[in-house]
């Protein structure tokens, strides 16, 4: 099945340590989103890429790096400068077209401890 | 960049229909509608999306404003399993003049029984 899987479902990690996120897409699709969710409130856009080995900075990038080494994968490092890193984590990816749906994983549940 | 405007909660009596409205009163030419539902602790779901037309499918029907400034989305016949929070973005431009997906806060639809 075609589709955008996120791992671990949950995470938890102690205050300090670096932790990366997975997100694997076998959509073919050209752009990959990371998004981060606090408890009642929106999405914020971390990163995105839109062709591998390139990436942009969302509106709250501080605290988190990104790789595009490949078409289909765009793992997301929450490194330990990131002050509040506990959070629900969405990766989504799309065709570059305009008018074409953006399709997102289950998240990932971190938790800094 | 547009932007979008909408109510943070609504109430709907189940088996009727749910209007929920979106304004985009910035939005350009040719940037399209999008309409997205996240049930807790999910990753969102596409539901819709449209340029300029009316549009529906199995799940909605979205009504957009001639003047393009905003939007409905109707579900027909609202079902308990319809209680989300559903989002209505527009792709936007980044300041690189790429264009990534960004969600505002959404509104709140609890479906009574």
């Known amino acids: 099945d075609g589709g955008i899987t996120q791992s671990p479902k949950y995470l938890f990690r102690k205050e300090g340590q670096n932790v990366t996120l997975s997100c694997e897409q076998n959509?073919?699709?050209?752009?990959m989103y990371w998004y981060r969710q606090d408890p009642g409130q929106g999405l914020r856009l971390i990163y995105y890429?839109?062709?591998?080995?390139?990436?942009q900075k969302g509106d709250i990038a501080e605290g988190y790096s990104v790789s595009r080494e490949k078409k289909e994968s765009f793992p997301l490092t929450v490194t330990s400068a990131q002050k509040n890193p506990t959070a629900f984590y969405l990766c989504?990816?799309?065709?570059?077209?305009?008018?074409?749906?953006?399709?997102f994983g289950q998240g990932t549940r971190l938790t800094v401890v | 960049d547009a932007k979008t405007t909408q109510p943070p909660s609504m109430d709907c009596a189940e088996g009727r229909a749910a209007n929920l409205p979106c304004n985009h009163s910035t939005i350009s030419g040719n940037e399209y509608v999008y309409w997205y539902r996240q049930i807790h602790s999910q990753g969102p779901q596409y539901i819709i999306h449209g340029l300029k037309n009316n549009e529906t499918n199995e799940m909605a029907s979205l009504i957009i404003t001639e003047d393009r400034k905003s939007s409905t989305l109707i579900l027909p016949h609202a079902t308990l399993r319809d209680t989300a929070v559903y989002y209505c973005?527009?792709?936007?431009?980044?300041?690189?003049?790429?264009?990534?997906?960004?969600f505002g806060s959404g509104t709140r639809l609890q479906v009574q029984p």
């Open positions: 973005i527009v792709r936007v431009s980044m300041d690189t003049g790429r264009r990534a997906l960004t």
């Open positions: 890429s839109q062709i591998v080995n390139d990436f």
């Open positions: 989504a990816s799309s065709p570059l077209d305009r008018g074409t749906e953006a399709f």
């Open positions: 959509l073919n699709h050209d752009a």
